[in-house]
């Protein structure tokens, strides 16, 4: 092992991504980012895995064909998130 190493013409190298994942750029509520990282702390699992989680599941039982599917707007969507994490 040398003294001394120079990196002055050093670069840094891209982070290599798991294979079939994205790295992406999202906004999120503040109480859903908190909700999900109790619950990764309760369950030693990392908060991102649980949000794609949450979003594989939400994705499935749209695409599942369900033919009692109701449709939410974002203002219900939100009240009930709330409702839930004060409930929780």
């Known amino acids: 092992m040398r003294k001394t190493y120079d990196f002055s013409n050093a670069r840094r190298g891209a ?5 079939g994942k994205a790295r992406i750029t999202i ?3 503040n ?3 908190e909700h999900f990282r109790n619950q990764g702390e309760e369950l030693g699992v990392g908060y991102q895995t649980l949000i794609n ?3 594989r599941e939400a994705m499935i039982s749209h695409t599942s064909g369900r033919k009692n599917r109701v449709t939410l707007s974002l203002a219900d969507l ?5 409702e839930e994490l004060k409930a929780g």
């Open 15 to 19: 982070v290599l991504g798991s294979a």
């Open 27 to 29: 906004m999120l509520d």
């Open 31 to 33: 109480a859903v980012l």
């Open 53 to 55: 989680q949450s979003l």
């Open 78 to 82: 939100r009240r009930i998130i709330r």
